[in-house]
Nanobody, 115 residues
Framework: QVHLVESGGGLVQPGGSLRLSCAAS????????MGWYRQAPGKPRELVAT???????NYADSVKGRFTISRDSAENTVYLQMNSLKPEDTAVYYC?????????WGQGTQVTVSS
Protein backbone atom coordinates (compact mmCIF):
# COMPACT_ATOMS: atom_id res chain seq x y z
CA GLN A 1 0.00 0.00 0.00
CA VAL A 2 1.41 3.37 -1.06
CA HIS A 3 1.79 5.81 1.81
CA LEU A 4 3.10 9.37 1.55
CA VAL A 5 3.57 11.53 4.64
CA GLU A 6 4.47 15.21 4.33
CA SER A 7 5.99 17.33 7.08
CA GLY A 8 7.78 20.62 7.57
CA GLY A 9 5.06 23.15 6.88
CA GLY A 10 4.35 26.14 9.08
CA LEU A 11 4.09 29.89 9.35
CA VAL A 12 6.98 31.93 7.96
CA GLN A 13 7.54 35.59 7.19
CA PRO A 14 7.99 36.83 3.62
CA GLY A 15 11.56 36.23 2.52
CA GLY A 16 11.93 33.27 4.86
CA SER A 17 12.65 29.61 4.18
CA LEU A 18 11.11 26.23 4.89
CA ARG A 19 12.05 22.67 3.98
CA LEU A 20 9.27 20.19 3.33
CA SER A 21 9.80 16.44 3.55
CA CYS A 22 7.78 13.57 2.14
CA ALA A 23 8.44 10.07 3.43
CA ALA A 24 7.28 7.33 1.07
CA SER A 25 6.50 3.71 1.87
CA UNK A 26 4.93 0.81 0.01
CA UNK A 27 6.79 1.57 -3.22
CA UNK A 28 10.21 0.93 -4.71
CA UNK A 29 11.03 4.59 -4.27
CA UNK A 30 14.01 4.70 -6.61
CA UNK A 31 11.88 3.71 -9.62
CA UNK A 32 9.47 6.63 -9.65
CA UNK A 33 9.24 10.31 -10.42
CA MET A 34 8.18 12.19 -7.31
CA GLY A 35 6.40 15.51 -7.28
CA TRP A 36 5.27 18.39 -5.11
CA TYR A 37 1.98 20.14 -5.80
CA ARG A 38 0.16 22.90 -3.96
CA GLN A 39 -3.38 24.16 -3.59
CA ALA A 40 -4.31 27.61 -2.38
CA PRO A 41 -7.84 28.39 -1.14
CA GLY A 42 -10.26 28.72 -4.04
CA LYS A 43 -7.67 27.66 -6.61
CA PRO A 44 -6.96 24.38 -8.40
CA ARG A 45 -4.08 22.18 -7.38
CA GLU A 46 -0.94 23.08 -9.31
CA LEU A 47 2.40 21.47 -9.99
CA VAL A 48 5.33 22.94 -8.07
CA ALA A 49 8.23 20.62 -8.93
CA THR A 50 9.10 17.09 -9.97
CA UNK A 51 12.21 14.93 -9.77
CA UNK A 52 12.76 11.76 -11.79
CA UNK A 53 14.40 8.59 -10.53
CA UNK A 54 17.52 9.80 -12.35
CA UNK A 55 17.50 13.15 -10.60
CA UNK A 56 16.22 15.36 -13.42
CA UNK A 57 14.12 18.20 -12.11
CA ASN A 58 11.30 20.39 -13.39
CA TYR A 59 9.83 23.51 -11.77
CA ALA A 60 6.85 25.76 -12.18
CA ASP A 61 7.90 29.16 -13.49
CA SER A 62 6.59 30.80 -10.32
CA VAL A 63 9.12 28.98 -8.11
CA LYS A 64 12.18 28.69 -10.38
CA GLY A 65 15.29 30.00 -8.67
CA ARG A 66 13.64 29.91 -5.24
CA PHE A 67 12.64 26.27 -4.67
CA THR A 68 14.78 23.15 -4.94
CA ILE A 69 13.47 19.59 -5.08
CA SER A 70 15.73 16.70 -4.08
CA ARG A 71 15.46 13.06 -3.11
CA ASP A 72 17.24 10.60 -0.85
CA SER A 73 16.65 7.03 -2.00
CA ALA A 74 18.31 5.62 1.10
CA GLU A 75 15.66 7.35 3.21
CA ASN A 76 12.77 7.00 0.69
CA THR A 77 12.24 10.73 1.11
CA VAL A 78 11.74 13.66 -1.24
CA TYR A 79 12.40 17.22 -0.11
CA LEU A 80 11.35 20.68 -1.18
CA GLN A 81 13.63 23.49 -0.05
CA MET A 82 11.73 26.76 -0.31
CA ASN A 83 13.63 30.05 -0.09
CA SER A 84 12.59 33.67 -0.57
CA LEU A 85 9.03 32.76 0.25
CA LYS A 86 6.25 35.08 -0.84
CA PRO A 87 2.67 35.46 0.43
CA GLU A 88 1.46 33.92 -2.83
CA ASP A 89 3.27 30.70 -1.91
CA THR A 90 0.69 30.19 0.84
CA ALA A 91 -1.03 26.85 0.16
CA VAL A 92 -1.36 23.26 1.24
CA TYR A 93 1.58 21.37 -0.25
CA TYR A 94 1.11 17.77 -1.36
CA CYS A 95 3.54 15.03 -2.24
CA UNK A 96 2.69 12.93 -5.29
CA UNK A 97 3.74 9.78 -7.09
CA UNK A 98 2.17 8.23 -10.17
CA UNK A 99 2.17 4.46 -10.49
CA UNK A 100 0.79 3.01 -13.73
CA UNK A 101 -0.84 6.40 -14.37
CA UNK A 102 -2.64 6.31 -11.00
CA UNK A 103 -1.79 9.26 -8.74
CA UNK A 104 -1.17 8.86 -5.04
CA TRP A 105 -1.20 11.78 -2.62
CA GLY A 106 -0.13 12.53 0.89
CA GLN A 107 -2.38 14.32 3.37
CA GLY A 108 -0.70 17.66 2.72
CA THR A 109 1.15 20.17 4.87
CA GLN A 110 0.10 23.80 5.30
CA VAL A 111 2.54 26.56 4.38
CA THR A 112 1.55 30.10 5.34
CA VAL A 113 3.69 33.08 4.36
CA SER A 114 2.63 36.17 6.25
CA SER A 115 4.04 38.99 8.29
Amino acid sequence: QVHLVESGGGLVQPGGSLRLSCAASGIIFSRYTMGWYRQAPGKPRELVATITYGGSTNYADSVKGRFTISRDSAENTVYLQMNSLKPEDTAVYYCNVKIDLMPFWGQGTQVTVSS
